[in-house]
């Protein structure tokens, strides 16, 4: 089992910044895919990025290549999404996933974080 818990989501306005924080703990994770997702009221849950755990290789949603920036920190178990130049279009609430697995996918993630809500003011 693998527990995810978000932090650092907020009211911001657009242009500006947010960093999203997941601390993952209860093994070891050595064949493990962090990812992101974000759901917005009224749309489905989308993915935004992923990153394998042991080589850090990453890949990010269309819409936020060149804004976002999934990172890892193996030392604290923990996972970032750095959010730049945000769009009113990010509003959402942010979920924090993990998958038993070293490949990465947009679905079928086996893990979840309790979400955090990202604002952002036009």
């Known amino acids: 089992q693998v527990q995810l818990v978000e932090s650092g989501g907020g009211l911001v306005q657009a242009g500006g910044s947010l960093r999203l924080s997941c601390a993952a703990s209860?093994?070891?994770?050595?064949?493990?895919?962090m990812g992101w997702f974000r759901q917005a009221p009224g749309k489905e849950r989308e993915f935004v990025a992923a990153?394998?755990?042991?080589?850090?290789?990453?890949n990010y949603a269309d819409s936020v290549k060149g804004r976002f920036t999934i990172s890892r920190d193996t030392a604290k178990n923990t996972v970032y999404l750095q959010m730049n130049s945000l769009k009113a279009e990010d509003t959402a609430v942010y979920y924090c996933?993990?998958?038993?697995?070293?490949?990465?996918?947009?679905?079928?993630?086996?893990?979840w974080g309790q979400g955090t809500q990202v604002t952002v003011s036009s």
């Open positions: 996933a993990a998958k038993d697995d070293v490949l990465i996918t947009t679905r079928k993630y086996d893990y």
């Open positions: 209860g093994r070891t994770f050595t064949r493990l895919v």
């Open positions: 990153s394998v755990w042991s080589n850090g290789d990453t």
